[in-house]
């Protein structure tokens, strides 16, 4: 079955940083579309980074871009989000997502972050990143 955890949350301060790390199983992932999404109460959940892991494609989200980095180490099923100069807008509930097997192969990275959820995603449970001022 398709499994996404997520490490690495935390309490920092302005201006630090924090790396999340998301441990996947289940799908091929070294083939696939898959991403960074976040959410706080009240607020849509949104896509912040996503690649797609044959060629290293990215995609930042206007907020982060400049700040976050995505990777993947796809002989350990492991996708990263470094994080760099957080802000406290940054504080929020962070998901790594995967779409459906039968698509992530053919998704962008553009495409997946930018679209709304579907009924078909994969989630993680969320680790919280808290950033104080």
């Known amino acids: 079955e398709v499994q996404l955890v997520e490490s690495g949350g935390g309490l920092v301060q302005a201006g630090e940083s924090l790396r999340l790390t998301c441990a996947a199983s289940g799908f091929t992932f070294g083939d696939y579309a898959i991403g960074w999404f976040r959410q706080v109460p009240g607020k849509e959940r949104e896509g912040i980074s996503c690649i797609h892991t044959s060629d290293g494609t990215t995609y930042y989200a206007n907020s982060v871009k400049g700040r976050f980095t995505i990777s993947s180490d796809n002989a350990k099923n492991t996708m990263y989000l470094q994080m760099d100069s957080l802000k406290p807008e940054d504080t929020a509930v962070y998901y790594c997502?995967?779409?459906?097997?039968?698509?992530?192969?053919?998704?962008?990275?553009?495409?997946?972050?930018?679209?709304?959820?579907?009924?078909?995603?994969?989630w993680g449970q969320g680790t919280q990143v808290t950033v104080s001022s």
């Open positions: 997502a995967a779409p459906s097997p039968v698509l992530g192969t053919y998704l962008s990275p553009r495409f997946y972050c930018t679209s709304p959820p579907g009924d078909y995603d994969y």
